[in-house]
């Protein structure tokens, strides 16, 4: 376990580094103007599971906004698990009432600050970090499912 941990450990740097990309595309699906974004969203997050070699990785996108589903096969005889998550967030509101710019991922006191760092892109960037510690060769099957349209209710989920 403590091989596992410190293999975690060392990867915290690159995913906050991955966490502060997404949060910097401001992937609002609720509004037409940016979902030019969300797509862009979907895109980066498939290409971090094809950066990890994961075989099978697809946007979808009928009718709604873009999903991606990543499938890593299961070693013979282990379960699959799905990892949830979206890359939707939630419109800012009134920017001038923001301490810093929500869609820039900035430190304060220990803590990490933006729109999505937590709902929901640090999912992303958890499910992430777990592959990696397993070199994009998890002891199970994995299918990482991050859905665009999460902060609209899921209508095509």
């Given at each position: 376990?403590?091989?596992?941990?410190?293999?975690?450990?060392?990867?915290?740097?690159?995913?906050?580094?991955?966490?502060?990309?997404?949060?910097?595309?401001?992937?609002?699906?609720?509004?037409?103007?940016?979902h030019g974004d969300v797509q862009a969203t979907a895109e980066?997050?498939?290409?971090?599971?094809?950066?990890?070699?994961?075989?099978?990785?697809?946007?979808?996108?009928?009718?709604?906004?873009?999903?991606?589903?990543?499938?890593?096969?299961?070693?013979?005889?282990?379960?699959?698990?799905?990892?949830?998550?979206?890359?939707?967030?939630?419109?800012?509101?009134?920017?001038?009432?923001?301490?810093?710019?929500?869609?820039?991922?900035?430190?304060?006191?220990?803590?990490?600050?933006?729109?999505?760092?937590?709902?929901?892109?640090?999912?992303?960037?958890?499910?992430?970090?777990?592959?990696?510690?397993?070199?994009?060769?998890?002891?199970?099957?994995?299918?990482?499912?991050?859905?665009?349209?999460?902060?609209?209710?899921?209508?095509?989920?």
């Amino acid at each position: 376990m403590t091989d596992l941990r410190d293999r975690v450990k060392a990867l915290i740097p690159g995913v906050l580094e991955d966490l502060s990309r997404l949060v910097a595309i401001p992937s609002v699906s609720s509004m037409p103007d940016h979902h030019g974004d969300v797509q862009a969203t979907a895109e980066a997050v498939a290409q971090y599971a094809r950066d990890l070699g994961c075989p099978d990785v697809r946007i979808i996108a009928e009718g709604g906004q873009p999903a991606v589903i990543a499938r890593f096969p299961a070693p013979e005889g282990a379960p699959t698990v799905c990892l949830y998550a979206h890359h939707d967030v939630q419109p800012t509101g009134d920017r001038a009432l923001w301490t810093s710019d929500p869609f820039q991922a900035t430190r304060r006191d220990g803590r990490l600050y933006g729109r999505g760092v937590v709902d929901d892109k640090a999912g992303i960037a958890v499910h992430l970090a777990a592959l990696r510690a397993f070199d994009g060769k998890p002891p199970v099957g994995v299918t990482l499912f991050v859905e665009g349209e999460e902060e609209v209710g899921s209508p095509t989920l």
